[in-house]
């Protein structure tokens, strides 16, 4: 009975939120989206503040596009889907964030280097 409480304890303890771990997340999109920013012509963020708020902005629409849709927004996971998810979700973020410029072209072009950028560093990015 005693193993089976504390099973039932992790469980509850697995969908608890950890800050810790949220921040962590954020600091990593923070620097993928920089780094993707910075390689991508086409693609320009002005200032710590748009960049910060650009990588929440990118969490949640792929949230929002993961929950209503289905499809994650990885350009290597998930294939061609994913890939033009990614590159839509990049250039949305524009439209709800100031100093956050992206064109078409480099939407596409931020998307696949945001992919290999994500998968050299660990952490879900996006």
Known sequence: MAERERKDEGRQAEGNINIGSIVIRLIVAAVVLGITAFLTPGFRIDGIWALLL????????????????????????????????????????????????????????????????DAIIPGQAM
């Open 54 to 117: 650009g990588a929440v902005v990118l969490a949640v629409l792929d949230y929002l596009v993961a929950k209503l849709i289905g499809v994650e927004a990885s350009p290597f996971g998930k294939g061609i889907v994913g890939f033009i998810t990614a590159a839509v979700i990049i250039y949305a973020t524009q439209y709800f964030v100031t100093g956050f410029n992206v064109t078409i072209w480099g939407a596409i072009i931020g998307a696949l280097i945001f992919g290999i950028v």
